[in-house]
């Protein structure tokens, strides 16, 4: 949840995709359904560009396209599980080109959120 509240207010974060999130439009069906949230956050950073350069510079999200075990590891669809799809089917699916999946672990809070903070760009 702080990692999500965090990207939320993140000035290069066009959008959070994140049930646990009251702005999210299935929030109460989420609530109604679970003790607590998910650790996966997904969020929109705009251009490609934005989402590779952010892989780039983190310490803690390491790459990889699935989810693990209790690590935290992050993945840009569009430049891995959805590369070989064509441009405007990832498009319709809303696979966009900055979208970044967060698989938050079991680090420390502060940790992970100073982790995305310290990219510029």
């Known amino acids: ?26 929030h109460d069906l989420a609530k109604s359904q679970m003790s607590g949230f998910t650790g996966m956050v997904s969020v929109d950073v705009g251009p490609l560009g934005r989402a590779r350069a952010l892989t780039e510079h ?3 999200f390491s790459l990889a396209e699935g989810p693990g075990g209790v690590e935290s590891l992050i993945s840009v ?19 966009t080109p900055g979208l970044v ?5 079991i680090e420390d809070e ?11 760009g």
């Open 58 to 60: 983190l310490q803690i």
């Open 101 to 105: 999946r967060f698989s938050v672990g």
């Open 1 to 26: 949840m702080s990692v999500a509240r965090f990207l939320k207010a993140h000035d290069k974060v066009d959008c959070v995709f994140y049930p646990g999130l009251p702005s999210h439009e299935q």
């Open 110 to 120: 502060a940790d992970l959120e100073e982790d995305p903070a310290r990219v510029r």
């Open 77 to 95: 669809p569009a430049l891995m599980t959805h590369a070989s799809v064509p441009e405007d089917r990832r498009m319709a699916m809303g696979t």
